[in-house]
């Protein structure tokens, strides 16, 4: 087993030289993770990243990450002989990109060997911890392993706090900005919502933005599904109640700090255990496996009244079905063009059930007869758009249960950008 990872280097310079040829070039990306394990989480989300990088930059096929005992790898062969430029590059990208200094970005050409800094006349690499040279660092071994991986994991869950959080935000934001929504609250208009305004939800997503990136680092840091809906119901209550003290009482968020939250927890875990987007979908619906003990609960909600008397499972059903919904609705939303989210959301008020709009609807004939008046309504044409959103308007119909999906959809689509 000790030489497990003297095999695995030997077989990656194999691999190297097999894809070697005098007119290209290979690009090696691996993490630079001190100690025996390789394997760490952030080991293997830092090659995610980094290859994506590198394939944006040259046309290159997507690459498959590889997993070995001295760390998860991945190898690009670039169509071009000036490997000096190429190196240039990598150099250029650790140097610069705030995780930089956790990879190692190398260079073949011809030669088993990778093209080093010193035959670019560029300074050897700084330790993490003491700016030092890190080479000398490492051979005198000046700082325990165990500090060198504390602060790896502490740089890499910062940075991807500061990237969810940007991208929880368009998600929100992008919704909010939307008009002529179907009677709900945007930029220009109230909607159907005499209590809320676009100042109103701007605050509401202030409040419960920290919690919901909370939610995402937990899955992140998570070994296990099946506990997390349980061990996270106290960060969706703090986040309910940071919303309700930032509104004076008004319920902005509630539904989506619940069906985003699942979705954010779901995205973590997925990320640190190199699962595919589409493991997303299949996350939400194990931490959501007993969310329909629910309405075993004695309460008086208005999910609950839908459940018993139309078996609706409302919000709580889309969860337990791994977010269905917004997965089907994912092959519509191409851009994210006005047209197009409210495409999308008609879709989602079509498919979805919705508990708040039936209790505004007043009942299950209602509700059905203004589905099937949205789904005659043509959202391209201007005229029947205004007709649709003023008339829900004048009923004091609301549509928030799909909105909130749409925010989910509008993330997801960010997250497979950003780390697909």
């Known amino acids: 087993m000790k030489n497990d990872p003297l095999d695995a280097r030997e077989n990656r310079l194999n691999e190297i030289n097999h894809l070697m040829t005098p007119d290209n070039t290979i690009i090696l990306v691996k993490a630079n993770i001190p100690g025996t394990n390789k394997n760490i989480r952030e080991a293997h989300l830092l090659v995610r990243l980094f290859c994506l990088k590198i394939q944006n930059l040259y046309p290159l096929k997507k690459a498959e990450i590889k997993v070995s005992p001295d760390g998860p790898y991945c190898l690009f062969a670039v169509d071009t002989n000036n490997s000096l430029d190429i190196k240039k590059h990598m150099v250029m990208i650790e140097e610069t990109h705030p995780l930089g200094r956790f990879i190692d970005l190398d260079v073949f050409h011809l030669n088993q060997f990778s093209l080093s800094r010193t035959d670019l006349h560029i300074p050897n690499r700084k330790c993490y911890l003491c700016n030092q040279d890190a ?3 490492s051979r005198n071994q000046t700082h325990p392993v165990d500090s060198l991986i504390g602060f790896i994991e502490n740089q890499v869950r910062s940075y991807l706090r500061n990237i969810v959080t940007k991208i929880v935000h368009q998600a929100i934001i992008t919704e909010l900005n939307l008009d002529d929504k179907f009677g709900l609250v945007s930029k220009s208009s109230q909607g159907s919502h005499q209590d809320m305004d676009y100042l109103l939800m701007v605050k509401a997503e202030k409040a419960i933005l920290p919690y919901l990136v909370d939610l995402f680092e937990v899955g992140f840091t998570s070994d296990h599904l099946s506990n997390l809906l349980e061990q996270t ?6 986040a309910e109640q940071e919303m309700l003290q ?3 009482g008004v319920n902005a968020y509630k539904g989506l700090i619940f069906i985003l939250g699942l979705a954010l927890l779901a995205t973590g875990y997925a990320l640190s255990h190199q699962q595919d987007f589409y ?3 299949s996350n939400v619906k194990i931490i959501s496996e007993t969310i329909l003990d629910d309405f ?5 909600t208005a999910g609950h009244k839908a459940y ?3 078996k609706m499972t409302g919000i709580r059903g889309e969860a337990y079905r ?4 917004v997965q089907s609705a994912m092959k519509l939303l191409t851009d994210d063009e006005d047209l197009t989210l409210r495409n999308v959301l008609k879709y989602l008020i079509l498919v979805s059930e919705d508990t708040v709009f039936l209790k505004r609807a007043g009942n299950i004939e209602n509700y059905n007869e203004i589905k099937e008046e949205l789904k005659q309504t043509d959202v391209t044409q201007i005229n029947q758009l205004k007709a649709f959103n003023k008339k829900m308007i004048q009923k004091h119909i609301s549509f928030g249960g799909a909105a909130d999906l749409l925010i989910v959809a509008i993330f997801l689509n960010l997250i497979r950008k950003e780390f697909y």
């Open 322 to 325: 791994g977010i269905s919904s």
């Open 135 to 137: 080479l000398f660092c």
């Open 233 to 238: 119901r106290p960060i969706g209550i703090a």
């Open 308 to 310: 018993q008397t139309y």
């Open 296 to 300: 075993k609960k004695d309460q008086l």
């Open 246 to 248: 930032m509104t004076q």
């Open 279 to 281: 493991g997303i979908y």
